[in-house]
């Protein structure tokens, strides 16, 4: 019935009203603009990267006697990983005497005692390992790092998220690279130990490939600026000192620390070739969290220090360098320019806001110019990122479609992240859930509840793919247009199978809680780390 409605509307003295069609394609027009000029800005990504490469690059000199680092290991409430974490860091390959661990637990539940016992274990085989307890989540990760700076020994500071393995040999491969005095962070590339478990995890490990293979790649080796992940990577501590400290006044520490350190004269390298593999989320809203968290925070960063970025002297930071820093901290604004895009749909078809009569040259160049910078960049960018791993280009591009309608899907949970971001509305760091999903004795048992889980994003996101179902309909309907009808598709299903995916995972929750099997807080640990 709603339809046929908005067909026999369209033949009211409303439709191809000036005055309302204008207005509405000015709106529709500048939301694609913005998305093809970000668009493009990928296609520069893929152009730097192309022309760099991933290669190897040895680091010029080398520590004649290898220097102190002290290790951090920051954890809230993570039972199921916490011991995996320790574990892996008291077997990394470096001088005992050179080398001391910090685990810094803020834990409320029985991750802090697992943590304890561990520490412990590792303590009495000669590790220098410390367990330092907050009572407290002053500036919560942040506040963490900051407070253990002051007992630290190291003149090196690594730091490991709980969900991250570091590889024996990482900080053999990475410390070399601090020999050069200007080297303030070396930051090394996130592998994954479930990029297979379901399909959600695939496209993570795609998304996170573009950023860590391409974009990171593409930035570093042009001398451009690039941010400290929050892990993996190691930090000079006079680097960290000298940029102010940690601070907790954004959501993404280490971003905001980065580029203060960038600004205070410190230069960065990326290591493409070293890896250090995490756990990507398994589950919708764990996902959605960390989505929510790291657009927030990144926006929160730009509006913190683009101003004295972007004013700072030419002759301290190039033009060049600005551009790309606007770009790295805005990028999180495509969700909102995707939001109001599909928000825009009913509108533009019900005054046919179209700039030109379909079919005609113009509008045919206006759709291949609007697909080659908006959607095709996309493509192209994340296969890339495939292919220099040596994965298959067509497997690749066959998982195109879902990633884009998984990125569509999210838009809606990013952009409140973003107008939480620009009005300066406060929240607290919600840590994104760790399963030790490897550990096939509790996969998929259940989901970890989510504080932060809004119940009614679900809705809203269901309801914005019945909208964008409808708009389809009615493009072919009304117009003919069955170039835009697979578009509208693709934002129907990413915003259906986001929104139904997470309201069946919040049931799923409702269910368990009532029987009272959620996945049980435990250490067993996996056959390579030894046990008590």
């Not at 409320?108 to 907050?134: L, M, P, V």
Request: charge should be positive; aromatic fraction near 10%; charged fraction near 15%.
């Amino acid at each position: 019935m709603m339809p046929q409605l908005l067909i026999l509307a369209t033949n009211t003295a409303w439709y191809n009203q000036p005055t309302i069609r204008w207005p509405i394609m000015v709106a529709y027009l500048s939301m694609l603009a913005l998305i093809t000029v970000y668009g493009t800005h990928r296609y520069w990504l893929v152009w730097r990267f192309c022309r760099h490469g991933i290669h190897p690059q040895p680091p010029p000199n080398h520590f004649d006697t290898l220097p102190t680092i002290t290790v951090q290991l920051p954890m809230f409430n993570e039972a199921n990983v916490a011991a995996r974490i320790i574990d892996a860091t008291c077997q990394l390959h470096y001088p005992k005497n050179l080398l001391q661990i910090q685990v810094l637990d803020d834990s409320t539940d029985s991750c802090a005692e697992i943590a304890r016992q561990r520490c412990e274990y590792w303590a009495n085989r000669g590790i220098n390992i410390k367990f330092q307890h907050r009572k407290n989540r002053k500036g919560f990760k942040a506040g963490a790092l900051s407070e253990a700076l002051k007992s630290a020994t190291g003149r090196f500071i690594a730091v490991f998220d709980a969900d991250f393995v570091p590889p024996s040999q990482f900080l053999e491969q990475a410390i070399h690279y601090l020999a050069d005095p200007s080297i303030g962070m070396v930051q090394t590339r996130w592998d994954h130990l479930n990029r297979t478990d379901s399909i959600l995890t695939r496209m993570q490990a795609i998304f996170l490939d573009g950023h860590f293979v391409v974009e990171h790649t593409a930035r570093n080796r042009s001398s451009c600026w690039i941010n400290f992940n929050g892990t993996a990577g190691l930090w000079r501590r006079e680097a960290i000192e000298t940029a102010g400290g940690w601070q907790h006044d954004t959501l993404t520490e280490d971003v905001d620390l980065s580029y203060r350190s960038q600004l205070a004269g410190w230069k960065f390298v990326y290591l493409p070739n070293v890896t250090c593999p995490a756990e990507l989320p398994p589950e919708i809203n764990a996902f959605k969290a960390q989505q929510h968290r790291w657009t927030k925070g990144s926006i929160q960063t730009a509006r913190k220090l683009l101003p004295t970025l972007l004013t700072t002297s030419p002759r301290t930071v190039p033009h060049r360098v600005k551009v790309e820093a606007f770009f790295h901290l805005t990028c999180p604004m495509v969700y909102l320019f995707m939001t109001l895009l599909a928000m825009l749909f009913l509108p533009t078809v019900y005054v046919n806001a179209q700039p030109f009569e379909q079919g005609t040259p113009m509008a045919i160049v206006l759709t291949i110019f609007s697909f080659a910078l908006g959607t095709l960049s996309v493509g192209v960018f994340y296969t890339m990122s495939q292919r220099a791993q040596d994965r298959s280009a067509l497997a690749t591009i066959m998982q195109i479609p879902m990633l884009m309608a998984l990125g569509i899907g999210i838009s809606v949970n990013n952009t409140c992240a973003i107008i939480e971001a620009l009005i300066g509305f406060e929240s607290p760091f919600i840590r994104t859930p760790k399963y030790n999903s490897n550990r096939q004795s509790v996969r998929r048992q259940s989901i970890i509840p989510m504080t932060s889980a809004k119940l009614w994003m679900p809705f809203l996101e269901i309801a914005l793919g019945i909208y964008t179902l409808i708009c389809s309909w009615l493009v072919l309907s009304i117009h003919n247009a069955a170039v835009g009808f697979p578009f509208l598709l693709l934002f129907a299903g990413g915003f259906l199978y986001v929104g139904i995916t997470s309201l069946r995972h919040q049931l799923q929750l409702m269910r368990s809680a009532t029987r009272d099997d959620r996945i049980p807080i435990t250490s067993v640990q996996p056959p390579r780390y030894p046990a008590d």
